[in-house]
């Protein structure tokens, strides 16, 4: 299931909204919350509803065995077994078949057969709930839930499940143990804003820019270098409002539910400096990143060296959590080069005036997204090379693409975050919030389209 | 719950408005208001509207199934080549379950067809399996199904799928050209003639004006189909039953059956085939269009590349919708099927 659709505006949420403020118990609310993230996922597909199960199922009782245990060593011993399952089950059904392929590329002998894999949706963001509650369950920043309804409505939140922000436990464990609360009128209006604004970004903005840009990149071969531009940039925009307006929903359908979910983009295309757009893009990604990987292999605690190689593995990997593509790696690696010139150069940068600091932050960023974005290594060299004015491509991008994506360039320097808005929670701006959500729905029927991080 | 009421109470006004509003413009003629010009004609039920009419004079013995791109094929012309009175059931973004359900439609009604020639597109047999345009007309889709008649749910369904299909930004925007068209009126994209021939006034206005941007009738043309063609992944199983269904059926009933892959302009075909499998697909078209030739004796004509055929000189209305010129070379190669 997804936001932008009637089954989920008209059917779903109306329903699980309305059962759950006529709850009125903890648990009564715990129940339908996990029963309805069970509905919304296996409205995709019923079958890996028990997949996620099992994975919640041992990480709670893992956290559990932690709690008990006194010993550091037994402890470990819980945490090495929990997350050892949840990564297995992770790479079995992402990367297997990437493992496989890249071998057979290099040898047929070595190589594992392919098995014909469904990648379970949100397989990468619940593992990553599961991980990071285990780890802060044995590190003794939060307590092991008792209530398995109250772990199981964690883990399976609609509104974050299957494409995040990836929340931890203890940023949602008050709001969950105080679930059985009345209404906030001033929650349930920032509420509405929230889910309003991730729409308009999500309908219309996003999907018109990927209407016009997805055929320029399906030619690629073709473009003149203007138009290959167009695509990159274009993509940039699109990306951006699709993401952050599914963050924007997420956080919105959070309030409704008296759930407070934290921020996930912070104007990440005026970051001046790649470190700068790592806090402010997909920032529950690229602060799990940090909290449970980084700094786990040491951070900065080492020599420069030993933490630069820190920072490239931790990119790399977190390249690869987007996909199992070499692409992802790829960027997730060219990331991490751009992490450690950011550290090594930081003298220099800061003689630099901000806004040419932004504005090379920002063209750095475009020429990842290309990896980001094309299917393959060569579509993206080929991009690439589109971009350099290389090749004899002569397609150029329409009127309608241009317009867009410069459209889409203002809205990303005009817009304001939707954490930046002070929404207005008198009735007053009711038929504001109302009009918005109509024209959004006018947009969302025309184009039927999915989140792209329903992909990851 | 104060804000939320409200703010409910607001959509539920907005909806209000804007139904009231798109049922006076009333864009598409579904509605009573006839106050302003239809922008877009919802041809299947004109279609199913016209044949009546022509049914009246007499039972059609001649059949011409296909999608936007066989409508240009003149039954006049057909009628003298063929000896037979045929009526052209050509509809826009048809897929074969369409030629299905107004043969049958057709046959529920009369139709005693001597000929049928039915214009097969590579994406008639599109992998997506979208059902949406026949099942959206109620008699498309008994005849389709075989059924008597619609129960009341079913039509409640049709009902509200079409009260869906109004809250589009598109209808909207429909809305608001068939505003425009009242205070500056120009000729409709196309009207029919009785017995099915359509004729591209818009276009045909344009021309005679010399308004008509034929670079960009064929650079958007392209881009569209190469968007089909991209979400193509194969041949819809489902669809190639309908289309052998439909030439066996045809064959039971006496019908001599001519197939004919319909082209694409040649100038247009590079765009409309990059990073798309069309060539492949193209392929798979022709070979199971030729096992419906070796099964049931239905006459096979590749008409895809109109530089074989002298076709593709002309002055063509988009990369696919072909002109009088065209559809005359056309004729001339389904001819020998008599």
Not at chain 1, 14 to 22: D, K, N, R
Request: proline content about 5%; overall charge positive; aromatic content about 16%.
């Amino acid at each position: 299931m997804v936001f932008n659709s009637d089954v989920f505006l008209l059917a779903f949420l109306p329903i699980v909204f309305a059962l759950f403020w006529i709850a009125r118990t903890r648990q009564q609310r715990y129940v339908l919350l996990t029963l309805s993230g069970y509905v919304f996922y296996g409205y995709w597909n019923w079958k890996f509803c028990f997949l996620m199960l099992f994975s919640s199922l041992v990480s709670y009782f893992a956290a559990l065995g932690i709690s008990r245990t006194e010993t550091a060593r037994g402890k470990r011993a819980w945490v090495v077994a929990s997350v050892s399952v949840d990564l297995t089950l992770l790479g079995f059904f992402k990367y297997y078949n990437f493992l496989a392929a890249s071998l057979a590329a290099l040898s047929s002998k070595i190589a594992p057969p392919l098995l014909d894999i469904v990648l379970p949706i949100g397989i990468s963001f619940y593992t990553f709930h599961t991980i990071s509650y285990i780890v802060d369950v044995a590190a003794g920043r939060v307590k092991a839930a008792r209530n398995l309804f109250e772990y199981l409505t964690y883990v399976s939140l609609f509104s974050q499940l299957v494409a995040g922000p990836i929340v931890r436990y203890r940023q949602i464990e008050e709001d969950l143990e105080h679930i059985d609360g009345p209404p906030r009128e001033d929650w349930i209006a920032r509420g509405i804003g929230f889910f309003v604004m991730g729409m308009i970004r999500k309908v219309m903005l996003a999907d018109q820019i990927a209407a016009q840009i997805n055929p320029l990149i399906d030619g690629m071969a073709q473009l003149s270098t203007g138009a290959a531009w167009v695509a990159a940039l274009g993509y940039t925009c699109q990306l951006y409002f699709d993401f952050s307006g599914y963050s924007d929903m997420a956080i919105g359908l959070g309030y409704l539910f008296g759930l407070r979910i934290p921020q996930n983009f912070n104007s990440p295309y005026k970051a001046a400096g790649i470190r700068d757009f790592w806090r402010r893009w997909h920032i529950s990604l690229s602060t799990w990143l940090r909290d449970y990987l980084y700094i786990a292999l040491g951070g900065s605690r080492g020599s420069a060296l030993r933490t630069h190689i820190n920072l490239l593995i931790t990119m790399l990997l977190g390249g690869l959590w987007h996909g199992a593509n070499w692409t992802f790696v790829i960027w997730g690696g060219y990331h991490g080069v751009l992490l450690i010139l950011d550290r090594v150069l930081e003298p220099w940068w800061k003689a630099v005036p901000r806004p040419l600091y932004q504005l090379a932050t920002f063209l750095a960023v475009v020429c990842g997204w290309v990896f980001f974005r094309a299917p393959s290594v060569g579509v993206a060299g080929e991009w690439f090379r589109r971009m350099a004015g290389a090749g004899n491509g002569a397609t150029p991008a329409g009127p309608l693409a241009v317009l867009w994506v410069w459209f889409g360039l203002l809205a990303v320097i005009f817009l304001p975050e939707s954490w930046d808005i002070r929404f207005g929670t008198q009735r007053r701006w009711a038929p504001v919030y109302a009009a918005g959500l109509f024209i959004a729905y006018l947009f969302m029927k025309q184009t039927k389209t999915v989140f792209l991080y329903y992909q990851f | 719950m104060k804000f939320l009421s409200a703010t409910l109470l607001c959509i539920l006004g907005c909806a209000a408005a804007y139904g009231a509003f798109v049922y006076y413009v009333n864009p598409r003629g579904e509605f009573a208001p006839a106050i302003f010009p239809r922008v877009l004609m919802p041809d299947r039920e004109a279609k199913l509207r016209l044949y009546q009419d022509f049914a009246r004079r007499g039972p059609a013995t001649g059949l011409v199934l296909g999608s936007s791109r066989s409508m240009k094929l003149p039954p006049p012309d057909l009628n003298r080549l063929f000896g037979a009175r045929f009526f052209n059931f050509g509809v826009t973004g048809a897929t074969v379950e369409d030629f299905a359900a107004l043969y049958a439609w057709a046959r529920q009604r009369g139709a005693a067809p001597r000929y049928v020639i039915v214009g097969v597109d590579v994406d008639s047999l599109h992998s997506d399996d979208q059902y949406g345009s026949t099942l959206a007309v109620p008699e498309l889709r008994v005849a389709l199904e075989g059924k008597a008649g619609l129960t009341t749910v079913e039509r409640a369904a049709f009902a509200l799928g079409q009260a869906q299909d109004v809250y589009k930004l598109g209808y909207l925007l429909d809305s608001f050209h068939a505003i425009g068209l009242k205070f500056q009126p120009v000729p409709p994209r196309w009207s029919f003639d009785p017995d099915g021939y359509v004729r591209y006034r818009l276009s045909e206005h344009e021309r005679a004006t010399n308004t008509f941007d034929y670079p960009k009738a064929m650079g958007d043309c392209a881009v569209r189909y190469q968007k089909r063609y991209h979400e193509m992944t194969g041949l819809s199983t489902r669809r190639r039953s309908h289309l052998e269904n439909l030439v066996a059926r045809a064959r039971h009933d006496g019908a001599k059956v001519i197939l004919w892959l319909t082209p694409i302009h040649p100038q247009t075909l590079p765009d409309v085939a990059r990073g798309t499998k069309y060539p492949e697909l193209l392929e798979q078209t022709r070979s199971f269009l030729e096992t419906l030739h070796d099964r049931y004796g239905a006459s096979v004509f590749d008409l895809h590349d109109p530089a074989r055929y002298g076709a593709a000189g002309g002055y063509w209305y988009d990369c696919v919708h072909f002109d009088e010129p065209a559809a005359e070379r056309i004729l001339a190669v389904l001819a020998e099927a008599r």
